[in-house]
C-alpha cells in the first residue's frame, strides 16, 4: 500500500523546538521533489519548505532561519526540524513526496500531524 505516514507533531512553547518525520510506505523517493505544507485554522494551506532532486533546498520566508528540511533516502524518510518555534507555526503540517512514472511524478500527501505552540 503506497502511503506516507507522518509523526513527530504535538505540542510546544514558544521558543521550543520539534522534528517531523514522514516516512513512505510502497514506494522510495525517486526523482520527485518533495516537500512540506501547513494549514493553520481558517487558511489555506502554505508551502513551508521544499528540497530538490539535487538536494537543494528552500524555505517559505515565515519560518527561513528556523527550520531545516531533509530527507534519507535509504530509508524514505523525509523530515522538518523545527526550531524558535512561534504560535504563528500553530498548524497541520503535512508532508508531500512522489516517485516517478515514466516522465511524470506521482506524488503523495501524508495524513497531516498537528503542531500547536502556545
Known amino acids: 500500500h503506497v502511503q506516507l505516514v507522518e509523526s513527530g507533531g504535538g505540542s510546544v512553547q514558544a521558543g521550543g523546538s520539534l522534528k517531523h518525520t514522514c516516512s513512505a510506505s510502497?514506494?522510495?523517493?525517486?526523482?520527485?521533489?518533495m516537500g512540506w505544507y501547513r494549514q493553520a485554522p481558517g487558511k489555506e494551506r502554505e508551502w513551508v519548505s521544499g528540497?530538490?532532486?539535487?538536494?537543494?533546498?528552500t524555505y517559505a520566508d515565515s519560518v527561513k532561519g528556523r527550520f531545516t528540511i531533509s530527507q534519507d533516502n535509504f530509508k524514505r524518510t523525509l523530515y522538518l526540524q523545527m526550531t524558535s518555534l512561534k504560535t504563528e507555526d500553530t498548524a497541520v503540517y503535512y508532508c508531500?513526496?512522489?516517485?516517478?512514472?515514466?516522465?511524470?511524478?506521482?506524488?503523495?500527501w501524508g495524513q497531516g500531524t498537528q503542531v500547536t505552540v502556545s
Open positions: 510502497g514506494f522510495i523517493f525517486s526523482g520527485c521533489g
Open positions: 528540497i530538490s532532486t539535487s538536494g537543494a533546498t
Open positions: 508531500k513526496a512522489g516517485r516517478r512514472s515514466g516522465s511524470v511524478c506521482v506524488m503523495y
